[in-house]
């Protein structure tokens, strides 16, 4: 397993007892014996706000990074406007992947609603050439996003 999947899984883990949890970046890099640029790197790439976390971080001697898993049940307003803009204009397989799972793990979808959203926004699925294929990605993405928060 590499070293980025290693240190998404351990926050991961953390995170599955409590909505938020605080770091050091330092002390993350010396448990994983890594750089700090690493810890940065699985943070802006693992912890998004359309993969469902926030992330607050402050510099300094006594600098911390803040996780918060968003709660998709009931995140106010300005969150889901956030994550449905940061969905525009195109989205990435991958990126889109990670939404998806975010949902499944939320429980917000069912297994086999995952594996049909997965099928779906597949780029063998989505037969286009770049970046048409990524802006119908983020299209098919931002409506599953809104028929999610429906509370009908």
Known sequence: M????????????LLTHQEAIEIQRNELAEFFNCVPS?????????FTPIQGYLVESRRG?????????????????????????????????GEAEGVLKRFYEEQLITT??????K???????LALDL?????????IM????????RKD
Do not use: M
């Open 2 to 13: 590499s070293l980025v999947r290693r240190i998404e899984e351990y926050l991961k883990s």
């Open 61 to 93: 001697g006594g600098g911390y990074v803040r996780i918060i898993k968003i709660s998709w049940d009931a995140f106010p307003h300005y969150v889901l406007k956030n994550v449905y803009k940061e969905i525009e204009p195109s989205l990435e397989q």
């Open 119 to 125: 099928a779906i926004i597949n780029r063998e699925t």
């Open 131 to 139: 970046p048409e294929r990524d802006i119908i990605r983020a299209k």
């Open 112 to 117: 086999r609603e995952y594996n049909l959203l």
């Open 142 to 149: 931002q409506v599953v996003l809104t028929t999610l928060c």
């Open 38 to 46: 690493q810890i940065n790197y699985v943070l802006s790439t693992r």
